[in-house]
């Protein structure tokens, strides 16, 4: 099972999939990127898959380790997005070699489906309340929103009362009980976080998910005291031991580890292993690509507080591409009661459409997120 090769993909909308090929025909899928960053995760990738040639794809904690370990300088978005994907791309093919889906291998599953929600109103958020009816008509029982646009430090209670509204647009539209997930994004600073958290507990949110910036995570224990809402965060953050501290202050309700940036599938399920003890949910986070959602969810599949699962169809972001578009067979993601079943082929469970993949290839992205200002010129959080 040696390691002879590997290919890289820069494919539309903003996604980046690694395969990796072995002597005994055997390939796996991983899809490493950090969005907007695609350049910089590509060339680590290449830089680590030079240390993995020749050695046996079947050993994947050392791989992990090795990878990790053996740089002087670690962690960080770019290198463990880029280990992320390898990781990824390893446990698909040591899937394949033993026929079975990558949770059998991990100890076996512990649910058959998982919860999903729906994406809506975009990133200046906007008819959320036609959108959420649309979402709940379709299946789904929950669905995730951006809070607000930017805001200042201190800002007018003009944005607090739009935010207001188009939570309880959604909450008229979607249903006494549908799950509203409200994403701050990092847009929001502790002064109006605190405000905005009491004035949305009357909606009854699934979650508040990164009240504020990863960096001001502290920040976290103040907004807790003003709100009983669940706080959610993580998908900034890449490793277990960025999230040990935040698991031992016990503020944090759930965390949102993403399984194309913290490691990939071998630190997730660690990093939920570790939440568990702490009696902390995990909802990954996964506005990603097919490779991304297959490899969640076989980390769902095997652990206990995982309670529901990011997918990207039809997100904002997934223009001219979609979430189905690079698998063969595309009822592996069949939405059904708000829920998705646990992909049970072997490796991660999908099939990538390789011709259509190189297609896309050739076609390429550069994609960045927007650069937003306030009305004073300053630099506002996206």
């Given amino acids: 099972m040696k390691i002879t090769g590997y290919e890289l993909f820069q494919v539309p909308p903003r996604w980046l999939f690694l395969k990796i090929e072995t002597a005994d025909g055997i390939t796996g899928w991983g899809e490493p990127v950090i969005e907007g960053k695609a350049h910089t995760v590509k060339a680590a990738v290449e830089e680590m898959m030079d240390q993995l040639i020749g050695l046996d794809a079947r050993r994947i904690e050392d791989h992990w380790n090795m990878l990790y370990r053996s740089g002087f300088y670690r962690g960080g978005p770019i290198l463990m997005s880029a280990l992320a994907g390898i990781d990824q791309a390893l446990w698909d093919i040591k899937g394949k070699y033993f026929n079975a889906p990558v949770y059998e291998l991990m100890g076996g599953a512990c649910r058959n489906s998982i919860g999903v929600y729906s994406w809506i109103g975009?990133?200046?958020?906007?008819?959320?309340?036609?959108?959420?009816?649309?979402?709940?008509?379709?299946?789904?029982?929950?669905?995730?929103?951006?809070?607000?646009?930017?805001?200042?430090?201190?800002?007018?209670?003009?944005?607090?009362?739009?935010?207001?509204?188009?939570?309880?647009?959604?909450?008229?539209?979607?249903?006494?009980?549908?799950?509203?997930?409200?994403?701050?994004?990092?847009?929001?600073h502790r002064p109006m976080a605190k405000i905005l958290a009491k004035e949305l507990e009357p909606f009854r949110p699934m979650f508040l998910e990164e009240?504020?910036?990863?960096?001001?995570?502290?920040?976290?224990r103040e907004i807790a005291r003003h709100t009983h809402i669940p706080i959610a965060t993580g998908e900034r953050m890449f490793s277990r031991w960025d999230f040990k501290p935040l698991l031992e202050d016990g503020y944090v309700d759930i965390i949102q580890p993403d399984v194309s940036h913290a490691g990939g599938i071998t630190e997730m399920k660690k990093i939920a292993s570790m939440a568990e003890a702490y009696d902390t949910a995990i909802a990954p986070h996964c506005p990603l690509g097919p490779i991304a959602l297959a490899s969640c969810l076989q980390v769902d599949a095997t652990s206990h507080n995982a309670f529901i699962q990011e997918q990207s169809l039809g997100i904002h972001y997934n223009k001219g591409s979609d979430l189905l578009d690079y698998i063969k067979?595309?009822?592996?993601?069949?939405?059904?009661?708000?829920?998705?079943?646990?992909?049970a082929g072997p490796g991660l469970g999908i099939e990538i459409n390789e011709e259509y993949v190189r297609e896309q290839a050739r076609k390429g992205h550069n994609w960045k997120n927007p650069v937003w200002r306030h009305k004073d010129g300053s630099i506002a959080e996206w």
């Avoid at 003009?158 to 539209?173: L, P, Q, S, Y």
């Avoid at 067979?329 to 992909?343: H, L, Q, R, S």
């Fill in 211 to 220: 009240p504020v910036l990863p960096e001001n995570n502290e920040a976290l």
């Fill in 329 to 343: 067979d595309k009822t592996v993601f069949d939405y059904e009661d708000g829920a998705v079943k646990i992909p």
């Fill in 122 to 188: 975009g990133d200046r958020p906007s008819d959320v309340g036609a959108a959420a009816k649309e979402a709940a008509d379709s299946g789904f029982a929950a669905v995730k929103m951006n809070g607000t646009e930017e805001l200042q430090y201190i800002d007018s209670y003009r944005k607090i009362d739009e935010a207001v509204e188009r939570v309880a647009a959604v909450r008229e539209h979607g249903g006494k009980y549908m799950g509203i997930g409200i994403d701050f994004h990092g847009r929001v």
